[in-house]
Antibody
């Protein structure tokens, strides 16, 4: 069974930094793209970033480009999101997720999600 | 990277069908057959309902179906049930990013 467990959220002041982690189990972590998606309180889902299986290709939403860095450690089955220069509008629950897959391969739909970790940016 | 456009709310009675639209551009929805749909109940993580425009993951009832025409994708839920009341989000893959819609609240009357 696929399990994704996020950690590292908390309260941080504007301009501060935070690193989120996502521990993965139940699947071959090093074979799949991974994503971060966030949801501000009472608002909709917003895609944040993705990284390929090898960690060599990344993509970011314009709203976080230059401030956030996605990375992964396949030996530790862990995904990371380094968040710098945080702003009040970054306040959200951050989910890690990966593409749905079956025996034929993976598909461009986020089939597995963690429970999320809350990041609050406030003074 | 503008959010896809969804109606803010839709409603229907039990047993009826509802359709939720999702409009993007030729750079996302219109450019790829990689639209997905998610159901989210309050306080829960999203659940994948449709991927690749019209395919259902294992375990998703066939009451849920998806389609696409040009830059607009649609999710249709037939035989509405009380447990279908939730927020629904579309999402499109694009070459260098992915983008969600603003979400649609489905109310089962």
């Amino acid at each position: 069974e696929v399990q994704l467990v996020e950690s590292g959220g908390g309260l941080v002041q504007p301009g501060g930094s935070l690193r989120l982690s996502c521990a993965a189990s139940g699947f071959t972590f090093g074979s799949y793209w991974m994503h971060w998606v966030r949801q501000a309180p009472g608002k909709g889902l917003v895609w944040v970033s993705r990284i390929n299986s090898a960690g060599s290709i990344t993509g970011y939403a314009d709203s976080v480009k230059g401030r956030f860095t996605i990375s992964r450690d396949n030996a530790k089955n862990t995904l990371y999101l380094q968040m710098n220069s945080l702003r009040a509008e970054d306040t959200a629950v951050y989910y890690c997720a990966n593409y749905y897959y079956d025996s034929s391969g993976y598909y461009y739909g986020l089939g597995y999600w963690g429970q999320g970790t809350l990041v609050t940016v406030s003074s | 990277q503008s959010a896809l456009t969804q109606p803010r709310s839709v409603s229907g009675s039990p047993g009826q069908s509802v359709t939720i639209s999702c409009t993007g551009t030729s750079s996302d929805v219109g450019g790829y057959n990689y639209v997905s749909w998610y159901q989210q109940h309050p306080g829960k993580a999203p659940k994948l309902m449709i991927y690749d425009v019209s395919k259902r993951p294992s375990g998703v009832p066939d009451r849920f179906s998806g389609s696409k025409s040009g830059n607009t994708a649609s999710l249709t839920i037939s035989g509405l049930q009380a447990e279908d009341e939730a927020d629904y989000y579309c999402c499109s893959y694009a070459a260098s990013w992915e983008v969600f819609g603003g979400g649609t609240k489905l109310t089962v009357l």
